[in-house]
């Protein structure tokens, strides 16, 4: 049975990465594991409206016994590829084989299932420059909280200082008030990400208008790839949200008042991604045009120069034929006239006066 | 806990500003805020149908008072970045943590949302030029309308003045008739911004027809991008409305009547918007086709100069060599010819012809 | 109170008239008249199954006399700038403010709004060339059609002539009979505007087909603004048309069959005004890759004309240079060789031959 | 009252015909007929599982009298210009007025609607080469099926070949069957219409990618254009199969499960012609695409021949000129050196390898 | 009766493939074959929780043997063409006779048909590079699953071996498990297919904003019309596998559970292939734009030598008239000048300089 799982793979650029995924026809649940994975670190925390407890897991059946002491435990688990780790924290927490699939195989749509036991969510964390997205699996149940990130680095640090600081409402609240809490966070981390596209579309703004050079159809091409890339991995998110506030059976009606603002922050966040795309798109329209104006100004030039200068050429290369003038007095004899030359250099000027009166008079190169 | 308030950041164009949000993972309804903010401006008014008293207040517990002794007290807020004031207000009004986070945070979407207390409201005024938006937050509960502002300077100049006429509808009616009032102002305000748009549009299809320039690329890209701002400002506004229009606790339906007159008004701006959006991407492809016209005007000038002068002057070089006609009678004996100089013109004169023949019958110039 | 009835503003073309707009802020209902308008003729119908009348109303008590005597009566106002005259209409109609207020306000999308007392519409007919459109405000009410238009010339002669005939089933049938065929009558006068187009679309075709200029530029421009613009006017009358259909105060079930007939065509016209706007968006596609067919091909000349010339000129030049063969053998011995000149012809013609070969051989010029 | 049907109107392209209508404002039902028509020819089929009939009707009553006595009849009229003919058969049938209209105003979309006695059924069927679609109005009721024409030839000859055989279910079946049966054999005459259309995509394709040339950008707007019209035609089928799949009074549960069938293909159609659409467009630009690189390909021909020439030509040039270098030893001293002529050749060669040089360099030309 | 199988037509590339129909007009049910084709492998596959048995049937009447001895057999028929099979095995399952046709037909859209005595669902498996789909018909009823593919080779190995396995839960359900299972299989065989596609992106994407070269315009187009073809295979299995999970005849809640991953892994291919297409469109233009800026590359060289060296040739060919300084004073002087050829070539030195100056002056050539 092969796996190709996310882990194994060359590592493709976020904008087209197709994910992790069982080779076509195994078995639902079958999980393969990269033998020389490292041991996740596994932190706890559990906390009381009074008291919390935070530290590294070594021995996963302390887990049992946490989760039997305190009203609220969160278990974050920082890798999936180790099987023996994934196995046990499956069997404690009783997780359905077909979430637990999902959580090994990255590259999931965020997504909401509600299982017999627990709530699965899959949501995606924006990570890394240019931005990509890691899978986030969120396991909610009774007095529990379970976190499995892809890789470590997350952006939970504020939401663990306010459960140590303990005067906030996350200290006497439900699990469901810290997946709210979590997922708060995962939306809002999009924002710095937008705010950082929103500066790089202003700088390409001002080059395609100021100084179009070369380089700008790479960098226009890898924004609007990048957009299109959190644009797959954001969209999910707003269906997600709305299956969470309409499930009651592990979402509290308080805690849903807080979703509501997620659930707004992932459309305000939807809106800005899709005007980005169309700026972005519209760059590359604007840019060829200034493209096309740039041509246009340089082959007025050309033009220029050789309307003239040509026609020039050609008066001078004619007085330059060596014919005889003393076999015949039909032999040029322009040259041997007084004012020869100086008519020649009248000619001359008459020629470009005319073209470039011609010219004027058009309107070409205004 | 760090705040990025919209006050303390760069300020971004309209059109790709993601406005204020909390640090990520940040607990809903911190509030933090810039030490320098100037107190806000404060205004009350309230009326009865017999009387009404506007005035500047100072010390907020006189809105307490006020409440109390009128029928509706409309209480107008000129800044959200003071924090004493923005905290005491929340406290009066008892207004929800999650909504005040929305009023601190400039750049929300056009909303409506109910809580227990009152309704909040969040509409998005035009301001400035290129035009750009500015957060309204509007809160209503039993006798009171609670506005705040960005920024001193409203599009209400209008409203006030019919509450101190005394003879429209407004005086005698609830606070439900104000926010109607206030939220028609809002969206009536597009008008003229749309007039203005339509304007600049307007002279940019004539540019683009008459005398396309290499300025027109910036111009165009400048209001698609104002367009793109706008759409995304008041597109939220048509969902909001609806909402509003099915809330039967705060809006009594005789007021629902003349919402949905806002309703229809706001379709009407989005249906232009989306006609300019779609005038403004016309302009570029017709612009780009109006580039390639000249482009190939251009072209055609120096191709008819250089396919006739080209072989001309290279006629002209053929007798300008100094092949010695004395050793052989082969060599360059034209120069000697009695009709040399005029035989060569004459050659002239027929490569032209055929040229300009050549030219004319495939009729690659009209 | 500033008002900005559309009579004063600058006209601006179809696609981009953003209508007339109450100044925001404007009370409800406000009305500001041109003190100068013209007094709008008003025309009254009146029939019964066995008789009418038809005259021009002078004086407005008139409409009170014949509406207690005929079953059915239709007034047409041919202006909506007149304040004296609309005021006295409202009051004898008993018309909501709100609805004079966008009959005044021409520009409104088209609409169905009902009222207490009657049923507002509002439609718009095309006008003119290129075509723009007309804003047509309909009141129904018991035993009354009131139609107003923002000036004179319509589109309903021949329901006049209905009317007049007799045996047809308008005379014995209700007003909403007579809304049916006005609205009809609107509707179907779009058909002579999109047949009209469509002889515009194929002429365009042709022309870029088969000789494009580069008046073509704007041409597609104006058609497709003018596209835009008849989508946008045209498009709310379906949804209008559907809540006609779903009226039972108003619109009785045996009209509703003809109505559905008319939403029948609105969606047809619909589709038209989309495949031509399709049609007119391929042709500026086509167009420019017509011109760059035609660059490619005036290319073409410029480039075998100058690869060809300019070496042989080049073999010319060489040539005429002046170095002394008489101080040392090394210096153009080829000039006083016996077959010299002839020389130097086959060597042109080889050089011109020897492009031509390769040109021929990569294929550029086919 | 004028009228201005199918008939006399210069035929329009298919993808720009508006179709027939009545002149704006005409009463509904008002036929008004070509009087130099021909009389259409209208064939009978009659049959019951064990017999049937097959003739050309001449006296209109036959119908009456067939219709008593066989279980299902179908008439098929061959054209709708004919007055007298139309108004006997509608007559006969009971068909109401408003579909009599859409049947004569041929141009009409595909929709179904159910009257009274009837059920009235809009199609369009392929036609001719480019596939522009022909209007196929049936009416279903008690016993009959009755099919109008634009004009004689049809799909229809394996359905009659159908009834002929007899052992077919279609001859024990009811006038739904027979309905079914003339709707999917117009859906299923698509098909050979696509497969045509996909090879002269085929062959563009292979055009644009092998040998891009100027006669395909009519060739790709033709298609492009077709495809509109087709798409315009076949769209509306959908929604019309699906209510006729809803209607429960003339369409039986068993014949439904056919519908479905005919409901699938067409999706089917949409689907291919949706795909065909978006490949059409792709054509124009991976064309224009084609047509920038071989002006690219040409251009840089161009530029090789001048950059290397031009400044060839100049020195050959620099040394025609006249100086004397008698009179001065700084006067072209170099025509007199005993290595001048070699020298200036030497000079050529150096300047043609150093802009060869600068090219190969900077991989202008690669 | 004419038929048009797949097997018979010329093949098409696989985005504009119209599939097999009937001749328009045919029976529904009419099933025409080759004679010459091949008899299909027919392959059997019984097994219950504890035993299994495979093998190749000859006499298909070993079919209703089996499949009364076990819970579940599986028979998968390797080709539809063969008539005397077809017929056989329809007779065997009772198969409806339009679903039938759909099965020798291929080319339908994917789908889900309840018959009343079995399931008809229709996929289509990814097959073949470039990639194209081929059809999958599964019937499922009681006790059965037969499996009808276009041709040999299949996505199925590791379903078979599943069941050859025995210890996992395929061998112990009923077949609607195994129906999720061949129908899981073929989704995610979609995955390998467009990580190569992902692949070929990724190297496009490199080949453009590297090193844009002339086979790149039809390199984006074929992946675009591959993309187009998938995307239009794909997409109907969202509505197939929504109809599937709303089954509950054929389809048990517990496997509904594993379909719903199945219907997840379909959204994802969706997005992705929308994503590939986004970026595909994406490339070609910006292909275009790093075509547009290579052409100005090479116009900007171009354009600097013609600038400098045709007005220096002009000065040279200047000197290089003939005229006689000997019979005038003002019959060029400068030939005779001490200085005269230093004159001449500061001259020229000049000119070149002035031009230069200019072009850096005004900027065209950075």
Redesign the interface.
């Known amino acids: 049975?092969k796996l190709i799982p996310g882990s194994k793979r060359k590592k493709?650029?976020a904008?087209?990465?197709?994910?992790a995924?069982?080779?076509?026809?195994?078995?639902?649940g079958t999980l393969t594991f990269d033998p020389d994975a490292a041991r996740p670190s596994i932190r706890l925390i559990a906390y009381s409206p009074d008291d919390f407890v935070e530290r590294e897991i070594e021995d996963l059946e302390e887990i049992r016994v946490e989760r039997g002491e305190w009203p609220v435990i969160w278990v974050n688990v920082d890798g999936v590829g180790h099987g023996e780790v994934l196995s046990q924290i499956a069997e404690i927490f009783q997780l359905h084989m077909?979430a637990v699939?999902?959580v090994v195989n990255v590259?999931?749509?965020a997504?909401v299932?509600p299982y017999d036991e627990d709530l699965f969510i899959v949501a995606r964390m924006p990570m890394g420059e240019p931005p990509a997205t890691e899978q986030l699996s969120i396991f909610v149940g009774p007095g529990y909280v379970l976190t499995l990130q892809e890789k470590p680095g997350d952006?939970?640090?504020?939401?663990r200082?306010?459960i140590r600081t303990g005067r906030?409402?996350?200290r006497s609240s439900d699990p469901d008030y810290l997946t709210y809490?979590l997922l708060?966070?995962?939306?809002?981390?999009y924002?710095?990400v937008?705010?950082a596209l929103?500066e790089q579309?202003?700088d390409l703004?001002e080059r395609?208008?100021d100084?179009p050079d070369?380089s700008l159809?790479?960098d226009?091409?890898r924004i609007?790839?990048t957009l299109?890339?959190l644009r797959?991995a954001v969209?999910?998110h707003r269906e997600a949200l709305n299956t969470l506030l309409r499930d009651t059976r592990y979402i509290r009606a308080e805690t849903a008042?807080?979703l509501?603002?997620s659930y707004?922050?992932t459309?305000?966040i939807l809106?800005?991604l899709?005007?980005?795309r169309?700026?972005a798109s519209?760059?590359?329209?604007?840019?060829?045009?200034?493209?096309?104006?740039?041509?246009?100004?340089?082959?007025?030039?050309?033009?220029i120069?050789?309307?003239i200068?040509?026609?020039?050429?050609?008066v001078?290369?004619?007085?330059?034929?060596?014919?005889?003038?003393e076999?015949?007095p039909?032999?040029?004899p322009?040259?041997?006239?007084?004012?020869?030359?100086?008519f020649?250099l009248g000619l001359m000027a008459a020629v470009a006066a005319a073209?470039l009166g011609l010219?004027w008079r058009k309107g070409?190169?205004?």
Chains 1, 2, 3, 4, 5 share one sequence.
Do not use: C
């Not at 760059?283 to 033009?303: C, F, G, I």
């Not at 001078?316 to 003038?325: D, E, K, R």
């Not at 322009?334 to 100086?342: A, D, H, I, T, V």
């Open positions: 049975m493709r650029r904008h087209l990465d197709t994910g995924y069982l080779a076509p026809g195994t078995a639902p077909l699939e999902d590259g999931q749509r997504k299932e952006v939970f640090d504020a939401v200082e306010r906030l409402r996350i809490a708060d966070a995962v939306i809002d981390s924002f710095p937008l705010d929103a579309l202003e703004e395609v208008l100084s070369k159809v790479s226009i091409h609007r790839r299109v890339g797959r969209g999910p008042v807080f509501r603002d707004d922050h459309i305000r809106d800005l899709d005007s980005q169309e700026i519209d760059l590359m329209s604007t840019y060829l045009s200034a493209l096309s104006n740039k041509m246009n100004e340089v082959m007025k030039v050309l033009t120069v050789a309307t200068f040509i026609p020039l050429g050609f001078a290369g004619l007085y330059g034929m060596n014919f005889n003038p076999v015949s039909w032999n040029m322009e040259l041997n006239w007084f004012f020869g030359y100086p020649a073209f010219v070409w190169f205004r």
